[in-house]
């Protein structure tokens, strides 16, 4: 939960690591501290976007995120619509631990290909390239 407003959040050093203290609606202050070695692992997570797109039929997000739990994969983040009868879903997914990537992308080209869908995997900083306007 974020803190209710900016004077609610204090920084401080307690026992020579950083902490931050929230006031959260209950009332009661709540502590935690942030090591070195979990803010390193935060910024070496490796971040793959998949995107799948095609006609809407049952069992399009099923299918796609089994393939995707198989392999201990996380999904991070997960968007989908339907418009008129076309299905579109965005995931972030954590590929930190995946040593191939294109292993995954054949396997669920494969999926695509037998459920009529197109679904692509591209690495985070990748796709925010081709994504820069």
Known sequence: MAPKDSQSQAKGQKNDKPYYS???EIGKPISFFITSIEVKQMSERRKAIVSVIGKDQVGIIAKVTTVIADRNINILDISQTILQDFFTMMMVID???LPNLETLQQELNELGQSIGVVITVQ??????????V
Do not use: S, W, Y
């Open 95 to 97: 590929v930190t631990d």
């Open 22 to 24: 929230f006031v959260f």
């Open 123 to 132: 690495l985070e900083e990748i796709f925010q390239a081709m994504h820069r």
